[in-house]
C-alpha cells in the first residue's frame, strides 16, 4: 500500500508561479511512475505530467514548456513546478502512482489562478 499526500496548492494570480510536492510512503518508491493530473470543474480528470523511475517526463502539450515535473527517490517525493500560471490551469491536482500493478492517488489540492 501506497499512500500520497500532496501540499503545496492555493491561490495565484496570473503569470505567477507555485510549486506542488507530492510525499509517497513506502521503500519502493523508485519503481513507481509518478505523475499529476488534474480535474477542472465540469470535466475529466485529465493528465498533467508524469515521470519514471529513471527521470523519463512526459507533460501534456498545454503545459509543455511552463511546468515541470521531478523526483527525489531518497524522499520519495514528486514535485510539480508550475510557471506562468493561466486561468486555465484552475483545477483539483492529483498526485498518482503507478507500478507493480497498482494504481494509487492523492486527495488533491485546489489551484485557483485568478486576479
Known amino acids: 500500500q501506497v499512500q500520497l499526500v500532496e501540499s503545496g496548492g492555493g491561490l495565484v494570480q496570473p503569470g505567477g508561479s507555485l510549486r506542488l510536492s507530492c510525499a509517497a510512503s513506502g521503500s519502493i518508491f523508485r519503481i513507481y511512475v509518478m505523475g499529476w493530473y488534474r480535474q477542472a470543474p465540469g470535466k475529466q480528470r485529465e493528465l498533467v505530467a508524469t515521470?519514471?523511475?529513471?527521470?523519463?517526463?512526459n507533460y501534456a502539450r498545454s503545459v509543455k514548456g511552463r511546468f515541470t515535473i521531478s523526483r527525489d527517490n531518497a524522499k520519495n517525493t514528486v514535485y510539480l513546478q508550475m510557471n506562468s500560471l493561466k486561468p486555465d490551469d484552475t483545477a483539483v491536482y492529483y498526485c498518482?502512482?503507478?507500478?507493480?500493478?497498482?494504481?494509487?492517488w492523492g486527495q488533491g489540492t485546489q489551484i485557483t489562478v485568478s486576479s
Open positions: 498518482n502512482a503507478l507500478g507493480g500493478g497498482h494504481n494509487y
Open positions: 515521470i519514471t523511475g529513471g527521470g523519463s517526463t
